[in-house]
């Protein structure tokens, strides 16, 4: 099971950007996903996360730029990052509550991204 990102760039302040996170490998099922962040020097915060059937919810110096949607039927999601500022640079990491069997049991783990990296700078 594996997290493949893409969409990390550099980009000037006021713009923008779409991450997106798609889940591969044999698992039975896909739960939460969502987004971290962080900054050099900084803790790892959570940007924005979504289960399969309820609304997202966001980190507040976020809210009203930020929007995160779900592909459920491919296990996919999408932050679209707009009005982008200084302060949202940073390796964004996904992560995703993926059920998996191990033998007859099932088996509810979080997997990760590999990073993909945000600069905002002019």
């Known amino acids: 099971v594996q997290l493949v990102e893409s969409g990390g760039d550099l980009v000037q302040p006021g713009g923008s950007l779409r991450l997106s996170c798609a889940a591969s490998?044999?698992?039975?099922?896909?739960?939460?996903m969502g987004w971290y962040r962080q900054a050099e020097g900084k803790q790892r915060q959570l940007v924005a996360t979504v289960g399969n059937s309820d609304s997202p919810s966001y980190l507040d110096a976020v809210k009203g730029r930020f929007s995160l949607s779900r592909d459920n039927g491919n296990d996919t999601v999408f932050l679209q990052m707009s009005q982008l500022n200084p302060e949202d640079t940073a390796v964004y990491y996904c992560?995703?509550?993926?059920?998996?069997?191990?033998?007859?049991?099932?088996?509810?783990?979080?997997?990760w991204g590999q990073g993909t990296a945000v600069n905002v700078s002019s």
């Open positions: 490998g044999i698992y039975f099922k896909v739960g939460r």
């Open positions: 992560y995703a509550q993926i059920t998996t069997y191990q033998g007859w049991r099932q088996v509810e783990s979080t997997y």
